[in-house]
């Protein structure tokens, strides 16, 4: 060995002291070996402990292109490939290409090299400790011409490169390592801090592809028999970062139904696609022959995450690269699907909880609302014989799921019934829902009733909640539901029917198992009759039907109802407990009670706040007022506007013209004073003169 020999010897093995960046190292070594071996082209080629995969590092010196620095090990295998005839015999070796060739012709860096003219190949073993690393390849145009000692350096050059190749190849490792574990702390700290699906998985899919790089990041549901639903999806369309994806990209493509194709078992096993296994996969799904046609998608790695009887989960990452993904990438994939896994079924679970907040919020108010009014049986006051039949068929009727049509006057305690009906079910641990038919608009009707999504109509600007969604589990109320328009009959027919419906602009299917209570004072069947009331809609509802008769109807409950509503109002005032006159009760009794109990309640409750003496007062009732009701006379009707006018007038004469305030005659008819006055005004009812509210 001469001088300059030992100096190139000494020069390498400083800089791959200093050395770090396999870049750097190539560059050095290619330049230091030109000076003493003529060649064109250099490859370093290194191999894993196994001798299965190998990594090319290649610099065409002829041409002046940059080196080609392989950072993912090299796709065609080693077996079969002139490699292995080196491998056999790892020695310093000078061959010409065209002998090669003849054996190996469909080689392409070989033919490559003998298409440009560089036939003559040096190939010298890199090791190190004894063990083969690598293979040092120099192509040169002009055969060689090696003495001895050349060829003993090049033994020693070898494996001096075989170290720092190690060297810089275990620096990349443990650099790879880090980086592996800085983008798995990301994964985690995304997955653990954030309760947003887009954004946790957007931090996710970002970060794998530092590790991972790719054009598409897929978390989806595939079901038995259905469309795969895309639980988290972005892709990289055109830029370098990722964008979600909707579900919605398939329609106006090739429709939405042509995309719903089952996918069930797909990726049941962890693996890469490529190739023809690519291509094989596009012809049978539909979906995939879309992403490659669409997006250029030429390779995918997809990793079950769980796999249940009737749904699995997946996740799938997609290239345009067909040689992207590496079993490295599939190690490292599979290894984080766990933590995937509980990711998703956190969100799923927190959706639920979401969902069931906001449930719980809209029940909420209508809880409130109901403390004050929730009737115990026990407060059904009706000792008379027709109302001990109601109490039993409530009590009949409780336990079931039937759907129950309550009707009645007004005020004979339809609601009540339809509560205390509600709190003997075992549905009483859940809401009882309750929608007046007849006191909004159609339109805001359907949405009480169905609930709407956000922007489905001008003024929805958010979700809401329907209250058939509402009283799942427990009971929906329909009151005045003979008001109901005809439009709505039908939709409120399909839910009672089939049990389920969709929120005004919303397209998925809601299930509710809500009981249906529906109450009017309506006579339904001649609504029917006269065509305002859908027929098939009242089968639906008068499954088991109950009538509360009119409080005049059963006499024999008024006492009884007096003492209760005395004792309540007597409690609630703070007022002493006073007589009743045995006249005032003949004249309550013989009284027609045209707004039934609601009325009698009203009118104890005045008669608790005026009274003074010992006995009760009840000013300005009176007893003569007629004991039937109009209707039942066979005289001639009064129009509804007189009706009106006299029950109006009626009112103000007991409460001394009074309308507003408790001793008010709006109380009295339960309702607005400021409607009151709008009425008495439109009917031309003067205020008695000199009597102040
Ligand atoms: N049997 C009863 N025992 C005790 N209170 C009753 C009874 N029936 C009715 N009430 C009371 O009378 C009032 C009117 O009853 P409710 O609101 O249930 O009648 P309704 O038939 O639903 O009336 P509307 O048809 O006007 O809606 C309520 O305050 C209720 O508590």
Redesign the pocket.
């Known amino acids: 060995m001469n001088n300059q020999d030992e100096s190139l010897l000494l020069y390498l093995n400083e800089a791959i002291a200093t050395t770090r960046t396999k870049e750097k190292l190539f560059k050095i070594v290619t330049e230091k070996l030109r000076l003493i071996f003529p060649f064109d082209s250099i490859a370093i080629i290194t191999f894993d402990s196994t001798l299965q995969q190998k990594r090319i590092f290649l610099r065409d010196l002829l041409d002046g292109a940059p080196p080609i620095m392989s950072d993912q090990p090299d796709a065609t295998p080693i077996a079969g490939s002139p490699i292995e005839l080196f491998l056999r015999e790892p020695r310093v070796q000078q061959v010409d290409i065209a002998d090669l060739l003849i054996q190996y012709p469909d080689y392409l860096p070989f033919k490559r090299m003998y298409k440009r003219e560089m036939p003559n190949l040096t190939i010298s073993p890199l090791r190190t400790s004894g063990q083969l690393v690598g293979l040092l390849v120099m192509a040169a145009r002009r055969r060689p011409t090696f003495a001895p000692d050349d060829l003993t350096l090049l033994e020693k050059i070898g494996s001096v490169i075989a170290v720092a190749v190690s060297n810089a190849l275990a620096f990349e490792e443990v650099a790879r390592r880090e980086q592996e574990k800085s983008v798995q702390l990301s994964i985690n700290n995304a997955l653990l801090s954030s309760k947003n699906r887009e954004q946790l998985f957007h931090t996710v899919a970002t970060e794998l592809d530092r590790l991972v790089p790719c054009d598409y990041f897929g978390l989806r549901i595939q079901r038995r028999g259905a469309a795969t639903e895309s639980f988290a999806e972005f892709a990289k369309l055109g830029g370098t970062t990722f964008q979600a994806l909707s579900e919605d990209r398939w329609e106006g493509l090739q429709g939405r139904e042509a995309m719903q194709v089952e996918t069930f078992g797909l990726f049941a096993e962890p693996g890469i696609h490529t190739g023809e296994d690519f291509i094989a996969l596009t012809a049978r799904y539909r979906m995939l022959r879309h992403a490659a046609e669409q997006h250029g998608t030429r390779s995918m790695l997809g990793v079950p995450l769980w796999v249940k009887q009737d749904h699995m989960a997946v996740l799938v990452l997609a290239s345009r690269n067909p040689h992207n993904f590496t079993p490295a990438d599939l190690e490292l994939v599979k290894s984080l699907a766990p933590q995937f896994t509980l990711a998703m079924q956190n969100l799923f679970a927190f959706e639920q909880i979401e969902a069931l907040r906001a449930q719980l919020e809209q029940e909420k108010t209508y809880l409130i609302d109901e403390i004050n009014t929730t ?1 115990k049986f026990e ?4 000792p008379s014989g027709v ?1 001990q039949q109601v109490q039993t068929r409530i009590r009949q009727v409780a336990p079931t799921d039937t759907t129950v049509l309550i009707q ?1 006057e ?8 339809a509560r205390a009906l509600h709190n003997l079910s075992p549905r009483r641990e859940r809401a009882l829902i309750k929608l007046n038919c007849a006191a909004l608009p159609a339109q805001l009707i359907e949405s009480e009733l169905f609930g709407h999504e956000k922007g489905a109509f001008t003024g929805a600007h958010d979700r809401r909640i329907g209250k058939f969604e509402m009283a799942d589990g427990g009971t929906i109320f329909l ?2 539901v003979g008001e109901l328009p005809l439009d709505l009959q039908a939709k409120l027919l399909r839910v009672l029917q089939e049990k389920e419906f969709e929120r005004i602009g919303g397209r998925r299917v809601i299930k509710s198992d809500a009981r249906v209570i529906a ?1 009017t ?1 309506r006579i339904l069947e001649d609504e029917v009759a006269a065509g305002r009331f859908r027929a098939d809609l009242y089968y639906r509802l008068n499954v088991f039907p109950i009538r ?1 008769p009119a409080l005049r109807e059963r006499p024999d ?1 008024i006492e009884p ?1 007096m003492r ?1 509503f005395l004792e309540r109002f007597t409690k609630q005032m703070g007022k002493p407990v006073r007589g009743l006159r045995e006249r005032d009760l003949r004249g309550l009794r013989q009284y027609g009670w045209p707004g ?3 009325e009698l ?1 009203h009118v104890l409750e005045q008669a608790v706040i005026v009274s003074e003496g010992p006995f009760l007062e009840f000013a300005g009732f009176s007893a003569t007022r007629p004991t039937v009701a109009p209707t039942e006379t066979g005289g001639p009707l009064k129009t509804l506007k007189e009706q009106e006018r006299d029950h109006i007038l009626a009112a103000l004469h007991r409460t001394g013209g009074r309308v507003s305030g408790p001793n008010g005659a709006a109380v009295l008819l339960d309702i607005n004073p400021k409607t009151l006055e709008a009425r008495m005004k439109k009917l031309g009812i003067q205020r008695t003169v000199g009597v102040a509210d």
Do not use: I, Q
């Not at 407060?379 to 009706?382: A, K």
């Not at 007004?410 to 019934?417: R, S």
């Open positions: 009737a407060d059904f006051v009706g109302m009645g007004t005020g004979t305690g339809k609601e009540l019934a009151d005045e109450a004072n509360l409950d109802l209760h039934n109990v609601r309640e």
